[in-house]
């Protein structure tokens, strides 16, 4: 890789700075699944994880790097803190990818050496430049990022990016770790490490922050103008506290500005060659793939993904949209692969039909994925007369990013009504193939039927999120829910469509059981399923 690439990197998070938002943790079948998507969406580098994290962490970046091993597969990261074991483990996870990089950090603040490392300047720059030069025995392409660098006296900073840079780095990573920076400061911090570090041009200067000032991607975009070559970013903005920049604004302002940021990477100002290796079509499908695996939902406000982010509300806007489109819009929806939802299907349609129009929207499913969508279509076109490319995304991001399956919900049946007290009846399939029913009164028949589900799971959780979505309009409209429950201080989430809302109100809360369930110790899972069989044969 040059140091100074002609274009701007997009490095993403998602699956490491990003899952660690509350409650987004993701199995390993799911942060394969994103890791595609990414690969689809053209990101540079990925980064998988962290491996000494955890065993789940280390297998996740192993798996991903399976799927990465083509010399045109993006580059696969794995993080590291400035330690041997950690580095070590990152390397052999990275072992399957074509392209690898480790990517090890050091906090340099005084506030961070003061009082979480409790190491001097002198000790912090020995270990930088011991690690990043031990890591370099695994892998030619290595990022250093001083931790909390914004906060960081400048003339250490430089001190310690040029000892990492003689040491091996090719990539030195600027991290707002705590969201502090004002544009024009972060700007000018960048321009200063060009500058001040002699031998910065060995290197792809890269930025990373959160947003905790709402300000990441401000930030992002004034350290493009002043020399950054490389941007970490998350799908949605998703990560710690506030969440890091997000992919698709930062990707749609080099976009659709392009001009005015071309001369800044040394272009004529009406280059019309991207700034960026993102499909932009990608955009939508990979921000509601991400949002239905974590629960972490989009507001609708939220700049380009946002289920506002093309709609016209007011009079005046409609009618000037009709007259001419760029009246108020600076970006057509299509670019970000919002289809103008045609009505495409219906219950006569085939296999043969199906399958092509998801092709044509960019899903390219196995045999078995495309079989069980299938029936989930055909079951969705007896009850609606209509299907759109909204519905068909809907039914496919639900069938393929199901969590193993422990539960399966065989029946919900609800009686309610004003004059009624709100009552479920539910049957769960267990992993044995035996059927346990209960019912319960509720404040309302979902109430009802969680409380009947509890009954059958039996392992204590709290519900502290629960959100409907209809995908179109219309009184036959597919309702999305999307939840979130908490046991033992871990968030687990769930989704689910149908046109029936009590329905896909059952399954998004089964799939959240059944993440649940996946992530419990073997002994208290069977521990459940014994205590749970007396209450549920009745
Ligand atoms: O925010 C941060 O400082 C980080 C580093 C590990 C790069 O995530
Ligand atoms: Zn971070």
Redesign the pocket.
């Known amino acids: 890789m040059t140091p100074n690439p002609d274009r701007i990197l997009i490095f993403d998070?998602t699956l490491r700075?990003g899952e660690q938002s509350p409650g987004a943790s993701l199995n390993v079948d799911e942060k394969v699944t994103v890791a595609r998507a990414l690969n689809q969406l053209g990101v540079d580098i990925i980064e998988a994880g962290f491996p000494y994290a955890s065993p789940g962490d280390f297998e996740a970046v192993q798996k991903i790097c399976e799927t990465a091993s083509e010399p045109e597969s993006p580059t696969i990261c794995a993080l590291a803190r400035a330690a041997r074991k950690d580095i070590e483990k990152a390397a052999e996870a990275l072992k399957p990818a074509a392209n690898r990089r480790i990517h090890t950090f050091i906090a340099t603040s005084d506030i961070h050496l003061e009082h979480k490392l409790k190491r001097s300047r002198k000790e912090v720059l020995e270990i930088a430049e011991e690690m990043v030069a031990y890591a370099r025995n695994f892998v030619d392409d290595l990022e250093f990022s001083p931790e909390d660098a914004t906060r960081t006296d400048p003339e250490f900073l430089y001190e310690i990016i040029e000892r990492a840079i003689n040491a091996g780095a090719t990539t030195i990573n600027i991290?707002d770790?705590v969201g502090y920076m004002m544009p024009r400061e972060f700007g000018a911090m960048i321009r200063g490490i060009k500058e001040n570090v002699p031998n910065s041009d060995r290197a792809i200067i890269s930025v990373?922050g959160?947003n905790d000032l709402g300000l990441a991607v401000a930030n992002f975009l004034e350290a493009v103008k002043n020399g950054a070559r490389q941007l970490e970013c998350t799908i949605n903005g998703i990560?710690?506290r506030a969440g890091?920049a997000a992919l698709e604004e930062l990707v749609m302002a080099l976009h659709v500005r392009r001009q005015y940021y071309n001369p800044y990477l040394g272009r004529p100002e009406d280059s019309q060659e991207p700034l960026t290796n993102i499909d932009t079509r990608q955009i939508y499908k990979t921000s509601r793939l991400v949002s239905n695996l974590t629960g972490m939902m989009v507001q609708p406000n939220k700049a380009i993904v946002g289920a506002n982010a093309f709609a016209h509300e007011s009079g005046i806007h409609q009618d000037g949209v009709l007259k001419n489109r760029t009246t108020y819009e600076i970006m057509d929806a299509q670019s970000i692969g919002l289809t103008d939802n045609r009505m495409v299907l219906g219950k006569l349609s085939g296999r043969h039909a199906f399958k092509t129009r998801l092709q044509e929207l960019g899903y390219d499913l196995s045999e078995d994925a495309l079989n069980k969508a299938f029936l989930r279509f055909k079951a969705f076109a007896a009850k609606k007369r209509e299907i759109t490319d909204w519905d068909l995304e809907s039914i496919v991001n639900d069938e393929i990013n199901q969590p193993p399956e422990y539960f399966h919900l065989e029946l919900v049946q609800v009686s309610c009504g004003d004059s009624a007290r709100p009552t479920a009846t539910v049957t769960l399939r267990t992993p044995s193939g035996e059927e346990l029913t209960d019912a319960a009164i509720g404040t309302g028949p979902v109430d009802a039927v969680y409380k009947a589900m509890n009954r059958v799971v039996n392992v204590p959780n709290e519900l502290i999120e629960f959100s409907v979505q209809s995908v179109t309009a219309g009184i036959d409209a597919i309702g999305e829910v999307t939840i979130r429950l908490r046991h033992n201080e871990r968030i687990f989430s769930g989704h689910a469509a149908n046109t029936d809302i009590i329905v896909a109100a059952s399954n998004a809360y089964v799939n959240a059981l059944n993440r649940l369930y996946a992530a419990l110790p073997q002994e208290e899972a069977d521990r459940a399923q014994a205590t749970a069989e007396p209450a549920a044969t009745r």
């Open positions: 998070t700075d991290p770790t990373h959160h990560g710690e890091n």
